[in-house]
């Protein structure tokens, strides 16, 4: 399918040409200002801990966080079933048997993204509920690219539908990542290795959506 008509300068591929129909998050380490991350669709908090700042992307040594302190109020309202959350990222360390979290939601937020211990991929529905994806290999280093709803999962461009189980819940901030269990700023579940982008979309992107997504991430972040 040809989205083109629903991205802006797909002349080239860029920071504007995915999908743009519902979304509202976009976080991009390709379009950092003076070092800074920063989310390109809303006025969002972002608040660094320890991350550093490549040519591409946020580093991460796995202890080092971000965190959003706002999210726009529509996330707090829906149902998970409304959303889809898009990530790409670089894996420095073979993955441990341990849960890492590339995003992590605060308390009555519904958004989560990251591996439970098992090595599937783990979506957040609502509170503690996760939908798990297998048949990824999560725990290969290198660049992976990951677009998941409630209903389909996209990773590394082979569409995921078998489910299996997840088990990670919700911090007290949304977290970027790793997971902030407590105020005093304590974190677990860690990531180590630099993520390049998180975009979340106020409705389920389709499986030809999510494919072409796909595709700007790879021109743009590299195979």
Known sequence: ADFSSNAIGTDEANVNSYIQDGLIIQLDGLSLSGGVWYDLKRNVTITNHGVT???NGAIFNGTSWCDMSDLPSPINQNTFTDYTIE??????????DSQELLFSSKPNSIL??????????????????????????SHLRGIHYVSANNTRALF????????????????????????????????????????????????????????WNYDIDRARFGA
């Open 53 to 55: 700042f490549g040519i």
């Open 112 to 137: 989560s993204l990251g591996f439970a211990a098992t090595g599937n991929l783990g979506l957040a529905t609502n509170g503690n509920l996760i939908s798990g994806y297998t048949g990824i290999l």
């Open 87 to 96: 990530a790409v990222y670089t894996r420095d360390a073979d993955f441990a």
């Open 156 to 211: 590394d461009g082979t569409v995921l539908t078998s489910r299996g189980t997840a088990s990670f819940g919700s911090g007290v901030v949304n977290t970027i990542g790793a997971r902030q269990k407590t105020t005093a700023g304590t974190i677990d579940s860690p990531f180590t290795g630099t993520i390049h982008a998180i975009r979340i979309y106020s409705r389920q992107l389709t499986a030809d959506e999510m494919a």
